[in-house]
């Protein structure tokens, strides 16, 4: 089963309410509860990112209070386009340890089953890509952005799943991406880099395949640039090998 890490409620909130545990059929449920009488995602974030890297292969959705909304950008960008980052309603843990909490939750979770469905990646997928290395065309660059951030109230799920087939239609073509730049990016057979960092191992909740990456040349055979995941330009004579992160993996 997936799982669901429930991160930040308050010291104070589950004082109140010691006993009570929170139903998600189908879901498995770890805690991350905040160490002050605040819904602090920062007091428990350490904690949340190891249960997401020991997630396995369904990967991790993280529901999360905080109590500030401008330190928000700080936790997207460590979780950024790995696994799943949901801002729960604050005002909810108004009726924590109640039925209507665990309706409230289940309701999310069944939302967040939809995006699994639909939006979740496979290896194909142009999700795949690493964003900071492929250029894509403008209409379909937003892609990684909007799989990222889509929510019940934030976007809508059928139009970024059109988003991810003109993408392919625009980018694909007989087994590898070719991007703006004419940059073609083929999934490798043989599978470099088996050891990777933790945090390297999921792209948007899917365990990346051991090794997976992919070549990339320039299609007339010429030099080329290529950013890597920090923004960094390179340039290789003939090709480089990049994992759906950004991450360089050798080249000539």
Not at 137 to 164: F, M, P, T, Y
Request: include cysteine; charge should be positive; charged fraction near 30%.
């Amino acid at each position: 089963m997936p799982l669901v890490v429930l991160a930040g409620v308050s010291q104070a909130v589950v004082t109140r309410h010691k006993r009570y545990e929170i139903s998600t059929p189908g879901w498995t449920l770890v805690r991350c509860d905040s160490r002050t009488t605040k819904s602090d995602l920062r007091t428990c974030w350490k904690d949340v990112v190891r249960y997401t890297e020991d997630s396995g292969a369904e990967g991790a959705h993280i529901l999360a209070f905080h109590h500030r909304d401008d330190e928000r950008d700080l936790f997207e960008d460590d979780i950024y386009s790995r696994h799943r980052l949901v801002w729960v309603d604050r005002m909810s843990l108004g009726f924590y340890g109640s039925n209507a909490f665990d309706q409230f939750i289940q309701r999310t979770l069944q939302f967040e089953s939809v995006w699994r469905a639909g939006i979740r990646p496979t290896i194909d997928s142009p999700l795949m890509l690493p964003e900071t290395c492929f250029h894509a065309h403008s209409i379909v660059k937003e892609v990684w952005v909007r799989a990222h951030r889509l929510g019940i109230d934030n976007d809508d799920i059928n139009a970024v799943n059109l988003l991810i087939k003109r993408f392919r239609q625009d980018h694909h073509d007989r087994g590898c991406w070719i991007d703006g730049r004419s940059h073609r990016f083929t999934p490798a057979e043989a599978k470099h880099g088996l050891h990777v960092d933790a945090s390297r191992r999921h792209k948007f909740t899917y365990e990346i395949p051991k090794g997976f990456h992919f070549d990339v040349r320039a299609s007339n055979g010429r030099e080329f640039t290529i950013r890597d995941h920090t923004g960094a330009s390179w340039q290789f004579r003939r090709y480089t090998n990049v994992d759906s992160h950004g991450h360089m993996r050798g080249g000539e």
